[in-house]
């Protein structure tokens, strides 16, 4: 059975700092895809990354950047400066080759303050 | 480009009527997911189908739920008899193959049940 943890619930932040969210997963597959998705307060699902398990090489765009470890099964993101617009509820999901289904963790609250 | 459409935004029922949820997937995408989050929980999935086909429906409810995706127009999710359970946001997304294809969402149909 595969499993997607994000343990911290809600994060809040001030304006220009950094913020990480963490995710850690479980799979018995060698090969599998992790994705990060943002819902902001409109409601919509909004894909920001997705990453195979064969490519452990971190990923920069923009403010946010991964940090895929597989040793320690995690695939942790950063918003760096944060600001405002930020504010959304991010989810980590998992997905095996031939599953199609994501499996989605419980979300991480993020909440800028100005 | 359009991305995925679902209609309508808000569907507010009576216990016990029936609700149909319609997505229509991105341009050229044949592949159509459903999930559900219910309030305060994560997103799970649903049901996966390609056009005229169901792929895996091992997360719809037994009784009272179907999805179809026909050859002409969107993919409709059905629920009869709705139950004040079933209350949630809906979810579709589409994708341009399956495993491990970003799958992009839609904005979400909100389901009241009075």
């Known amino acids: 059975a595969q499993k997607v943890t994000q343990a911290q619930t809600e994060i809040s932040v001030v304006e220009k700092e950094d913020v990480t969210l963490d995710c850690v997963y479980e799979?018995?597959?060698?090969?599998?895809?992790l994705f990060w998705y943002k819902q902001p307060p409109s409601g919509e699902l909004v894909f920001l990354i997705r990453?195979?398990?064969?490519?452990?090489q971190n990923e920069i765009s923009g403010r946010y950047s991964w940090n895929f470890q597989k040793s320690t099964s995690s695939f942790n993101f950063t918003i760096t400066a944060s600001q405002v617009v930020d504010s959304a509820v991010y989810f980590c999901?998992?997905?095996?080759?031939?599953?199609?289904?994501?499996?989605f963790g419980a979300g991480t609250t993020v909440t800028v303050r100005a | 480009n359009a991305g995925v459409m679902q209609n309508p935004r808000h569907l507010v029922r009576r216990r016990g009527q029936e609700a149909r949820l319609r997505c229509s997937p991105m341009?050229?995408?044949?592949?159509v997911y459903w999930y559900r989050q219910l309030p305060e929980e994560g997103l799970k999935f649903m049901v996966y189908?390609?056009?005229?086909?169901?792929?895996?429906e091992s997360g719809m409810p037994k009784e009272r739920f179907s999805a179809e995706f026909p050859k002409e127009g969107p993919s409709i999710l059905r629920i009869q008899q709705v139950v004040r359970g079933d209350s949630a946001a809906y979810f579709c997304?589409?994708?341009?193959?399956?495993?491990?294809?970003?799958?992009?969402f839609g904005p979400g149909t909100r389901l009241t049940v009075l």
């Open positions: 997304a589409s994708s341009l193959a399956g495993g491990g294809e970003i799958q992009y």
């Open positions: 799979t018995r597959d060698t090969t599998y895809y």
């Open positions: 990453r195979n398990s064969f490519d452990e």
């Open positions: 999901a998992l997905e095996r080759p031939g599953d199609y289904k994501l499996s």
């Open positions: 341009k050229g995408h044949s592949h």
């Open positions: 189908l390609q056009k005229e086909n169901i792929i895996d």
